[in-house]
């Protein structure tokens, strides 16, 4: 009877030594923060976004901009304030006294990032280094009491 319930404890300790930190890595796994990239592209005068469109849940996602052209660009939202109060751990960006919120130049490999912690739509410019508005992007973040509207599709059309 003794080596049976021996034998029971050493196979359910065994099995919970091997499981336990499986599951825990994929609970970890799933709730971590991911990344998304938008590479900045220029040739011949031509601007190029790659990923200009991005849809991600609030609390989940880090959007990273990174320059692989060879001319200096800016990323300009023109809402803000609105953006600092729904974003975290911003790299590279301030909020101008125009209300702005904007990015320093980033030169080739250069980069900026915003952590989106609340939802709604925001759009973006990459300005060169003119200060000419270049290309439009957009990042769509659904939350909780986001409202979605009847097509998934109006979220990325420009007005």
């Keep these: 009877m003794y080596k049976k319930l021996f034998w029971l404890v050493i ?30 592209l ?15 849940w609030e609390n989940t996602t880090t959007i990273i901009w990174i320059n692989w ?7 300009k939202f023109n809402n803000g304030q609105k953006l600092q109060d729904c974003t ?9 006294e125009k209300g702005e919120y904007i990015s320093s130049y980033l030169r080739y490999g250069g ?6 912690s609340e939802h709604g739509i925001f759009d973006y410019m990459i300005i060169d280094s003119t200060g000419k508005e270049r290309k439009k992007g957009r990042v769509v973040v659904e939350g909780r009491s986001f409202e979605k509207k009847a097509s998934e599709n109006h979220y990325f059309k420009f007005e």
């Design 69 to 75: 052209g060879k001319f200096p660009v800016r990323i």
């Design 111 to 116: 980069t900026a990032s915003l952590f989106f």
């Design 11 to 40: 196979i359910v300790f065994i099995i919970y030594e091997t499981l336990v930190p499986y599951f825990v890595s994929i609970y970890n796994y799933k709730n971590q923060s991911k990344q998304k990239l938008v590479k900045i």
């Design 88 to 96: 975290n751990v911003p790299q590279g960006f301030i909020l101008n």
């Design 42 to 56: 220029n040739k011949d005068n031509e601007f190029i976004l790659e990923n200009d469109r991005i849809k991600i």
